[in-house]
């Protein structure tokens, strides 16, 4: 187990390192920021005091190496918009980010799980086919649409929960949460739940097949046969190999929550890191656009390294085959 782990470790170090090299490059080779933060009526000589105040006159291998040494202390840079250190701004607006991910990770299990059991155990009634039919709902329908229908349904035609913000906040472990407060947990149930939609439906559908496939099983079988209870044939045997693959989706689909909330958190007015995002990409403040896409990267790495460590545990034969490669 322990070399399992190192090896994934070793592996994600490079990676990071890549995924390093293509961001830096790749953002820094799109626009030019000088002209953003200068007035226009800037002469020559203004124009060059601030590529040299940037540090963009610098060669860029150079400056790609000052990115390495400043990641390697915590420093990956200061915004050139706000004057202040980029990951500062991304960390400020990470904790509304997160508790909005973590939220509808929460739904996505709390809802697919059970659904998806159901529609397993019971493939031919009708309440299981109407929950595979609104599964392949919700893959179809955008985001967007989905987010301005909720808004509709939920708070402006029956005014049950409030539309946009994070509403009203605790801390909590030093940490400021809205889902410590009532208002809070109002507030993120909407856009959590627009956020949550395909992976539920991802859920319930890896859910399903899990189940149908494991309850023709021998194993299910010889439980049977050995007078089990049905109860404990699927929540002690059934169970435990149907979460593999959803594990493994449900880690990666994380990240993604993570990464690719912009348009929820646009929708909802939500004050979290996809805001600042879109922020920095219109005024082409690459300190920030780098750190955000490199600390995506690093939560896509841990997942993925987390999700490979339990996946070995749920099922040793995956690190015995990485020992015998």
Known sequence: MTVFAIRRMLQALIVVFLMSVIVFFGVNVIGDPV??????????????????????DRPILEQYWLFL??????DLGNSFIFGEPALRLILHHMPATMELALTSLFLSILLGIPLGLYAGLYPESRVSKTIMASSILGFSLPTFWVGLMLIMIFAVQLGWL??????DTAVVLGIETSLATWDGLSHVFLPALNLALTNISLTIRLTRAGVREAMSQDYVKFARAKGLSIRRIIFVHVMKNILIPVVTVLGLE??????????????????????LLIDAILQLDRPVVVAYLMIIVLFFVLINLVVDILYSILDPRVRLQDQGS
Do not use: N
């Open 35 to 56: 002209y953003m933060l200068v007035s226009p009526d800037a002469d020559q000589a203004d124009i060059e005091a601030a590529i040299q105040r940037l540090g963009l």
């Open 69 to 74: 040494k400043g990641a390697a202390q915590g």
């Open 254 to 275: 994380f990240g993604s929550l993570i990464a690719f909330s912009v348009v929820t958190e646009s929708i909802f007015a939500w004050p979290g890191m996809g805001k």
């Open 162 to 167: 409030p539309s946009t913000g994070r509403g």
